[in-house]
């Protein structure tokens, strides 16, 4: 009760549970701690803490349209898969598209990326922003062009008062500051990929991120949501698949 929902049980209702002879009781209250309103509430907490919904970054109506989006996605069980793959292509208003607000909490192409690595492939690509990472397989290469995938991200002031408007530009460039190589687009064990000037880089990165040639993905959700259920990742902490850990 307490791991899906955040709450304890009523006294009454842990007393009706274990006086039960119903047979698979607990396969019974799993299904239905699982459909409730409580249960969107603590996922939505969850999730709403690791994409920075936060009022410091985002005004007070900017977290309130995030958050019930989020809340609205675990509520409607929508797949993974799609939800990411909607917050890192969102564009317009931060106001009436909400998974926009990802690219008012992070400003800068690095953080974006730093983020989506981290959260989505469970990839701490930090220590690869000044050198090759020191005891890993990633590179500077990898860092800054993951970095190239959100670069032409651009913000301009919405309609509304505070408002802001996520757009995609039509041109800019990522440099590799060891090398001065002008960076494409970098999908992890895949290589650079050429993406055209009319097509979005972050869904050609968002295809393959939530797409099956990418080993990271499943893996880091399931791990992260068995470190949310269980207290502790199978790899732990549940964002940190070093080869080393």
């Known amino acids: 009760h307490l791991d899906l929902t955040g709450l304890l049980p009523t006294a009454e209702r842990a007393r009706a549970f274990a006086a039960s002879e119903q047979t698979g009781k607990r ?4 299904d239905e701690l699982l459909a409730s309103e409580e249960f969107n509430d603590f996922q939505a907490l969850r999730w709403a ?3 920075r919904v936060e009022q410091k970054t985002l005004d007070k109506t900017g977290v309130d349209v995030f958050h019930k989006w989020i809340r609205a996605s675990f509520a409607e069980n ?3 898969n799609q939800f990411t793959a909607e917050l890192l292509a969102a564009r317009g208003s931060t106001y009436k598209v909400p998974p926009a607000n990802f690219y008012r909490a992070l400003r800068k192409p690095e953080e974006r990326a730093e983020a989506a690595a981290q959260v989505f492939l469970g990839i701490r690509l930090q220590c690869a922003k000044c050198h ?3 005891f890993e397989k990633w590179t500077q290469d990898d860092y800054y062009g993951i970095a190239a995938a959100f670069h032409r991200v651009g913000r301009k ?9 996520v757009f995609v530009k039509s041109s800019g460039e990522v440099k590799q500051p060891r090398t001065g190589e002008t960076m494409k687009v970098r ?3 895949q290589g650079s990929v050429d993406v055209p000037n009319d097509q979005d880089r972050r869904t050609v990165f968002a295809d393959w991120l939530t797409g099956p040639a990418n080993p990271f993905f499943a893996k880091s959700v399931v791990n992260r949501i068995w470190g949310h259920i269980m207290g502790r990742g199978i790899v732990d902490p549940v964002d940190d ?5």
């Open 187 to 189: 999908l992890l064990l």
């Open 78 to 80: 929508k797949p993974i």
């Open 132 to 134: 090759n990472h020191p």
């Open 27 to 30: 396969s019974t209250l799993i």
């Open 49 to 51: 803490d690791l994409l």
């Open 157 to 165: 002031p919405g309609k509304l008062p505070n408002d802001e408007f």
């Open 241 to 245: 698949f070093r080869d080393s850990n």
